[in-house]
Structures are given as structure tokens and as C-alpha cells.
């Protein structure tokens, strides 16, 4: 069941990244930095002062948009 629904969900998480900047869009305050689309930048400071990874930022994006697309609070 667990296993069922993570790979449902993983699989929501890819759909919603197709069209969503997730890297690029400060999961603080949902700036966009174009810059992090060179997949070179690994880190980035926003302009409201929070330091991302880019990775954890995008997953962290990917996390809320994914949960607003399902309507899950
Ligand atoms: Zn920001």
C-alpha cells in the first residue's frame, strides 16, 4: 500500500516538473532565478536571502506544487 501510493505520487512529482521551473524558482518565496538553469550552479542565493541547493529548492517546489496539483493539505 506504502509502496503503491510513493510511486503514484513519484510519478505526479515528474509530470508537474515538466512544466514547472522547480530549480529555478526559490521555494521560499517563489522567485524566479534564471540563472540556475545552467546546470553548473549547484548553489544560489536568492534575493530574499535564502541559500539553495539546488536539488533540495527543487524538490522542496516539486513537494508543494505537487500537493497543490492534488489538492493534498
Ligand atoms: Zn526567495
Redesign the pocket.
Known amino acids: 500500500m506504502l509502496e503503491y501510493k510513493s510511486k503514484w505520487y513519484d510519478c505526479t512529482l515528474h509530470k508537474v516538473d515538466r512544466f514547472f521551473a522547480s530549480s529555478q524558482t ?6 524566479k ?1 534564471p540563472k540556475v538553469k545552467d546546470l553548473s550552479v549547484h548553489t544560489w542565493t ?5 541559500t ?1 541547493n539546488r536539488d533540495e529548492n527543487a524538490s522542496l517546489n516539486l513537494l508543494k506544487q505537487g500537493k497543490l496539483e492534488l489538492g493534498i493539505r
Open positions: 526559490c521555494s521560499k518565496c517563489g522567485a532565478n536568492c534575493s530574499c536571502g535564502a539553495w
